[in-house]
């Protein structure tokens, strides 16, 4: 009678553990909170070396600014006011061709109407002739339209070191400011009458926004 096999993998009527079963058995699954947590430390170790190097960035940037390595580039304030002096050339307009106004901005009483008939013995047309507070600094300001450019240009002829200005007037009337440091008109047989530019003597004052007109005379009591 043949024999039968030994099992081998029973000893003394008990089952021998094999070494992958044993494994198996101590083995435990991979905690999912691990794989986390990894994570977050990579992505904080990704952070501070980026906010280290900004910072290392910036101090050599600010070290290169202190010491004159690096300039930032600035927008370049104009050197030259904004102009509005009109470039146009004129030719002298005939006094009795003119409408002209007059205001006083000064504390010396009666000084409009007196050059009021100055220009009016010069045969310029004389309107209105009255008293304003302005805040123009000068000899006096001359004021008109675009349409009153050439008038104005006469004007500034009898009135030496005064300054055009330009409003939104629509006619060619033209208004005289005489301000502080008024003194007379140019004597009436020297008028140079040539041809020439209107003068802004006080560019600095000017001011090239359209809607802020620096003079616009407003009447006031009769001088």
């Not at 096999?5 to 083995?27: I, M, N, Q, S, W």
């Not at 409408?99 to 009666?110: D, E, I, K, P």
């Not at 409009?112 to 009255?130: C, I, L, P, S, Y």
């Not at 440091?181 to 004597?187: F, I, R, T, W």
Request: hydrophobic letters at 40%.
């Amino acid at each position: 009678m043949a024999r039968k096999a030994k099992d081998v993998g029973v000893l003394h009527g008990h089952r021998v553990v094999t070494g992958p079963e044993l494994r198996a058995t101590f083995e435990t699954e991979p905690d999912p909170d691990d794989s986390a947590r990894l994570r977050r430390r990579v992505v904080h170790g990704v952070v501070l070396v980026l906010l280290v190097g900004i910072i290392i960035a910036a101090i050599i940037t600010a070290l290169a600014i202190i010491s004159g390595q690096l300039k930032i580039p600035t927008p370049e304030a104009s050197k030259q006011p904004a102009a509005v002096c009109p470039t146009a050339t004129f030719d002298y307009t005939p006094n009795d061709k003119i409408n002209l106004n007059v205001y006083n901005a000064t504390s010396r009483a009666g000084l409009a109407r007196t050059v009021a008939d100055e220009f009016a013995a010069r045969k310029f047309v004389v309107g209105t002739v009255a008293n304003t507070q302005d805040a123009y600094r000068g000899v006096a300001a001359v004021v008109s339209g675009a349409a009153g450019q050439s008038a104005a240009f006469s004007v500034q002829r009898n009135l030496p070191g005064s300054d055009y200005f330009q409003d939104g007037r629509t006619d060619a009337s033209v208004d005289v400011i005489l301000s502080a440091d008024y003194k007379e008109l140019a004597p009436a047989d020297r008028v140079d009458q040539t041809p020439g530019q209107l003068s802004c003597p006080r560019e600095s004052k000017r001011v090239a926004d359209p809607d802020k007109w620096p003079v616009i005379p407003t009447a006031g009591a009769t001088p």
